[in-house]
């Protein structure tokens, strides 16, 4: 569900404007003065929509639009040519995901929800609150980069541009320019496509230059940090159970899960997937070091069939399990950390032969998805974390970067990882949503260009043109609606 805070803070707000703004609208004494000031300044207001339009920018765009004439031409005929291949592509893709929400559905499987590649995002549900200023910054910067694109395009066909803008409507801020409508119907369907794909086009040259920059900052950020020795812990959460003495700190360096090596941020959450799906490894103990650690205790099954038996409530005992030649099930209370510090990890008895020296393989007996993990952050001392490993994933932020120099702040190539992660994914959602043919959208325009210029010699008749244009938009803005509607379902009231 939407948190109710939320939802009171973003109607509460639109209704103080709105509220106000129908005030100063109805007052005899202010409303002339009122209405000036929002035309000065280009801005409207309608209730969850605001924008601002201005032509300060005109001249720019002019001097963009005229700049290496046939560079641009060739340009935006390849964004010609993506942006009709986007509107197919963005059809089998949203019936794609349609189909996979559908079998989520039926299936209540909600692991498939992270197969999808199309998902609605909802602030405040399924975007973390501290991650806003990413989200919406990059949906503005994709949206301008987008009408840049429009605006360019239309000045190089000769098409007169009145000016650009920006609005906000609920809570996502985006762009527009505002073209003259006689000028786009007086060019031909194929200039009309070099204009209405150039939005498309650019939203997919920014998710690739992001794409190129996350894939090259280690390189970019040589000089000033460098990688490979481990990750780094940039913050660990007051309610972490990595949170404590024997923990780990701001500026620890994590090298090894269990015998997993960590180099990068990839690394430890796929040891931590790994030892999450495996089941819980052994540590070697020789059989002298085991009966000098154990102590009597009784042995008693948990609700969820695991056995323990610790029943002296330390902190630092755990019930391990192992076995011999006569006994395939037997148990002792063992201090872990003298257990594990510089044993061998292992899986079977087999795994602890070695010079002879009888040994066993000891198994921490613990209940279901929790897991005893070392982790290794020189030159601490190993820290045990007793627990689900995820919690771990969700409550320690790392980084792959480490800081050549103590100035350097450590947060900033995490800064720039994810915003290009954020710019990737929302500048090429809006790739495919603006290529879907439904109304109001850059795929209606794009798609009746393209039966214009493909269809006029086969279809004469322009009414029937318009037809076939109408059921494929209808069938398109259907196709849309319902991702959106299932997807926000799913997200809001499951």
């Given at each position: 569900?939407?948190?109710?805070p939320v939802v009171?803070?973003?109607?509460?707000?639109?209704?103080?404007?709105?509220?106000?703004d129908?005030?100063?609208?109805?007052?005899?004494?202010?409303?002339?003065?009122?209405?000036?000031?929002?035309?000065?300044y280009?801005?409207?207001?309608?209730?969850?929509?605001?924008?601002?339009?201005?032509?300060?920018?005109?001249?720019?765009?002019?001097?963009?639009?005229?700049?290496?004439?046939?560079?641009l031409?060739?340009?935006?005929s390849?964004?010609?040519?993506?942006?009709?291949?986007?509107?197919?592509?963005?059809?089998?893709?949203?019936?794609?995901?349609?189909m996979?929400?559908?079998?989520?559905?039926?299936?209540?499987?909600?692991?498939?929800?992270?197969?999808?590649?199309?998902?609605?995002v909802?602030?405040?549900?399924?975007?973390?609150?501290s991650?806003l200023?990413?989200?919406?910054?990059?949906?503005?910067?994709?949206?301008?980069?987008?009408?840049?694109?429009?605006?360019?395009?239309?000045i190089?066909?000769?098409?007169?541009?009145?000016?650009?803008?920006?609005?906000i409507?609920?809570?996502?801020?985006g762009?527009?320019?505002?073209?003259?409508?006689?000028h786009?119907?007086l060019?031909?369907?194929?200039?009309?496509?070099?204009?209405?794909?150039?939005?498309?086009?650019?939203?997919?040259?920014?998710g690739?230059?992001?794409?190129?920059?996350?894939?090259?900052?280690?390189?970019?950020?040589?000089?000033f940090?460098?990688?490979?020795?481990?990750?780094?812990?940039?913050?660990?959460?007051?309610?972490?159970?990595?949170?404590?003495?024997?923990?780990?700190?701001v500026?620890d360096?994590?090298?090894?899960?269990?015998?997993?090596?960590i180099?990068t941020?990839?690394?430890?959450?796929?040891?931590?997937?790994d030892?999450?799906?495996?089941?819980?490894?052994?540590?070697c103990?020789?059989?002298?070091?085991?009966?000098?650690?154990?102590?009597?205790?009784?042995?008693y099954?948990?609700?969820?069939?695991?056995?323990?038996?610790?029943s002296?409530?330390?902190?630092?005992?755990?019930?391990?399990?192992?076995?011999?030649?006569?006994?395939?099930?037997?148990?002792?209370?063992?201090?872990a950390r003298?257990?594990?510090?510089?044993?061998k990890?292992?899986?079977?008895?087999m795994?602890?032969?070695?010079d002879?020296?009888?040994s066993?393989?000891?198994?921490?007996?613990?209940?279901?998805?929790?897991?005893?993990?070392?982790?290794?952050?020189p030159?601490?001392?190993?820290?045990?974390?007793v627990?689900?490993?995820?919690?771990?994933?969700?409550?320690?932020?790392?980084?792959?970067?480490?800081?050549?120099?103590?100035?350097?702040?450590?947060?900033?190539?995490?800064?720039?990882?994810t915003?290009?992660?954020?710019?990737?994914?929302?500048?090429?959602?809006?790739?495919?949503?603006?290529?879907?043919?439904?109304?109001?959208?850059?795929?209606?325009?794009?798609?009746?260009s393209?039966?214009?210029?493909?269809?006029?010699?086969?279809?004469?008749e322009?009414?029937?043109?318009?037809?076939?244009?109408?059921?494929?938009?209808l069938?398109?803005?259907?196709?849309?609606?319902?991702?959106?509607?299932?997807?926000?379902?799913?997200?809001?009231?499951?």
């Amino acid at each position: 569900m939407i948190p109710i805070p939320v939802v009171v803070c973003v109607l509460g707000g639109w209704c103080a404007v709105y509220l106000a703004d129908t005030l100063l609208k109805s007052s005899s004494s202010l409303k002339a003065s009122y209405e000036d000031w929002l035309l000065t300044y280009g801005l409207s207001i309608s209730p969850f929509h605001m924008r601002w339009q201005t032509a300060l920018f005109n001249h720019q765009f002019y001097n963009w639009g005229r700049w290496k004439p046939r560079f641009l031409y060739l340009w935006f005929s390849m964004g010609m040519v993506f942006g009709i291949v986007a509107m197919f592509g963005s059809v089998i893709l949203l019936g794609k995901t349609l189909m996979q929400t559908l079998t989520q559905m039926l299936t209540e499987a909600p692991k498939a929800q992270n197969d999808r590649m199309l998902q609605v995002v909802v602030p405040g549900v399924n975007l973390p609150v501290s991650q806003l200023t990413y989200f919406f910054s990059a949906i503005l910067i994709s949206g301008v980069i987008h009408e840049v694109g429009h605006g360019v395009a239309a000045i190089r066909e000769q098409v007169r541009f009145n000016g650009f803008g920006i609005f906000i409507f609920i809570v996502y801020p985006g762009a527009f320019v505002d073209l003259f409508t006689t000028h786009l119907q007086l060019i031909s369907p194929v200039q009309q496509l070099r204009i209405f794909c150039a939005g498309v086009w650019h939203n997919f040259v920014l998710g690739v230059a992001s794409f190129m920059v996350l894939f090259l900052l280690p390189a970019i950020l040589f000089p000033f940090y460098y990688t490979g020795v481990g990750a780094l812990v940039t913050e660990v959460t007051e309610d972490s159970p990595a949170n404590g003495p024997r923990g780990l700190f701001v500026g620890d360096i994590v090298t090894n899960l269990q015998d997993c090596p960590i180099y990068t941020v990839e690394d430890w959450n796929s040891c931590l997937g790994d030892i999450s799906q495996k089941s819980q490894i052994g540590y070697c103990i020789n059989t002298a070091t085991l009966q000098q650690l154990s102590f009597p205790a009784r042995v008693y099954r948990r609700l969820d069939g695991t056995v323990e038996c610790c029943s002296n409530n330390s902190l630092t005992d755990i019930c391990f399990s192992y076995s011999n030649s006569l006994d395939s099930h037997l148990y002792a209370c063992l201090p872990a950390r003298k257990v594990i510090e510089a044993s061998k990890v292992c899986r079977t008895n087999m795994d602890c032969q070695k010079d002879f020296v009888p040994s066993f393989c000891v198994t921490p007996s613990l209940e279901n998805q929790t897991r005893l993990i070392r982790v290794k952050h020189p030159p601490h001392i190993d820290m045990l974390f007793v627990g689900h490993p995820m919690h771990l994933q969700y409550t320690v932020s790392l980084s792959s970067f480490v800081p050549r120099h103590n100035f350097l702040s450590i947060d900033l190539p995490v800064v720039i990882e994810t915003f290009c992660k954020y710019l990737i994914s929302l500048s090429g959602a809006l790739a495919v949503i603006n290529a879907v043919p439904c109304f109001a959208l850059d795929g209606q325009w794009i798609l009746n260009s393209f039966l214009e210029a493909t269809l006029s010699s086969l279809i004469v008749e322009k009414q029937k043109r318009e037809l076939v244009g109408f059921l494929i938009l209808l069938s398109g803005s259907t196709l849309l609606a319902a991702n959106v509607a299932l997807g926000l379902w799913m997200v809001t009231a499951r």
